[in-house]
């Protein structure tokens, strides 16, 4: 990777990932030795928080950071913190990864390097190369029409829109507007895609396996495939009015 690339700051959020927090760690750290880690703990009860400060401080590199949070506010608000902190603090590159071991670090380095050419490197499953392990079919289903409703609304050619893993140039999220980015789960990704498109950002996409967490409970939840609907059917119908309204304009003209 370009040295102009560098620093660059994975962010994890937690919440109740005591059992994998550890493990995924230690794979980024091989992964990649010179990247520094951001845990995010939504005060979680089971002592996630806790555990992040003892891995930040037998880091004798000073590679593992932790931000504590006192409430469990959401993925998206724990990212918008998170993504603060490393701007603050100089990082060329801010990583999405998911806690859970369904993002394998190992396909980072892959990430980063398509980063040369791009703002925003997607993780992606629904390209050629990518897939998904150990996921019902039930919820495959769900998530690949998720992505072609969002493609199909918003006019993007995104395959995977609603993904996690996903790597961003610190010019991308500081021009986007990250501070008035309300949207959680799925909805949080495609806002953040979504956003970094419009604002004539190159994205692309880059083929991983997801694997669904052996440990612990996913934190999807219907409130949030509801608000992400919604959502995305707002941001489609305010796309097609300013294209009525724009060939309105030039057809007066």
């Not at 990247?35 to 930040?56: F, I, K, Q, R, Y």
């Not at 995305?232 to 304009?249: A, D, E, I, P, Y």
Request: one cysteine or more.
């Amino acid at each position: 990777m370009a040295d102009q690339l560098e620093p660059v700051l994975v962010v994890i959020p937690t919440y109740n990932e005591r059992d994998n927090l550890e493990p995924i760690v230690t794979r980024l750290q091989a992964a990649l030795p010179k990247a520094h880690v951001l845990v995010v703990d939504d005060g979680s009860p089971d002592g996630t928080g806790d555990l992040a400060d003892e891995l930040a401080a037998a880091d004798g590199e000073g590679r593992v950071h932790v931000l504590h949070r006192t409430e469990k506010n959401g993925l998206g608000a724990a990212y918008v913190a998170g993504f603060h902190w490393g701007l603050e603090r100089d990082y060329a590159v801010l990583v999405e990864m998911d806690a859970d071991g369904s993002h394998a670090p190992e396909d980072l380095p892959r990430m980063l390097d398509a980063l040369t050419d791009a703002d925003l490197v997607i993780g992606s499953r629904y390209v050629p190369g990518g897939r998904v392990v150990n996921w019902p079919a039930r919820r495959e289903f769900f998530s690949r029409g998720a992505n072609l409703y969002s493609r199909l609304a918003l006019g993007a050619k995104v395959k995977d829109i609603t993904a996690g893993f996903r790597a961003y140039r610190r010019a991308a999220l500081e021009k986007i507007r990250i501070d008035n980015v309300a949207s959680q789960g799925y909805c949080f990704q495609i806002d953040l895609a979504w956003r970094t498109i419009e604002a004539g950002f190159t994205v692309v996409e880059v083929p991983i396996t997801f694997t669904e967490r052996e440990r612990g409970q996913s934190k999807m939840t219907g409130d949030v495939i509801r608000e992400a609907l919604v959502r995305v059917t707002k941001w489609g119908l305010r796309r097609r009015g300013n294209q009525v309204r724009s060939l309105f304009v030039g057809r007066q003209q």
